[in-house]
């Protein structure tokens, strides 16, 4: 049964998107093709209306964020590096070793 349900929302789903692909193509009060310009432009409007509703980051969350990213990255730099010339230094000395 649960797998029947999840068939059918895809399909759903599916057809959903399919309906507003179609929607995009014609136009609204007539059975045209929309031109690709107003597609674009139609994009665009769609995109700065998403981006207003953006809950953005005040910059004192940012910059936290920033420190923390760097300060990681230059930890993980610094393990993988010294990881890496402590085993080539290992490696090195073993295969020196019977010489």
Do not use: C, H
């Not at 895809?10 to 399919?18: D, N, Q, T, V, Y």
């Not at 045209?32 to 809950?55: C, D, F, G, M």
Request: glycine fraction near 6%; proline fraction near 1%; avoid cysteine.
């Amino acid at each position: 049964m649960n797998e029947m349900n999840r068939e059918m929302r895809r399909m759903s789903e599916r057809e959903e998107r399919l309906a507003k692909k179609a929607d995009r193509n014609i136009g609204q009060f007539s059975g045209e093709k929309v031109s690709r310009l107003k597609r674009i432009a139609n994009y665009i409007l769609e995109v700065r209306t998403e981006l207003k509703r953006v809950s953005w980051p005040s910059s004192d969350t940012l910059s936290t964020f920033t420190i923390v990213t760097i300060v990681t990255v230059i930890s993980m730099t610094l393990l993988i590096f010294g990881m890496d010339f402590g085993f080539k230094n290992t490696l090195i000395n073993i295969l020196s070793f019977g010489e």
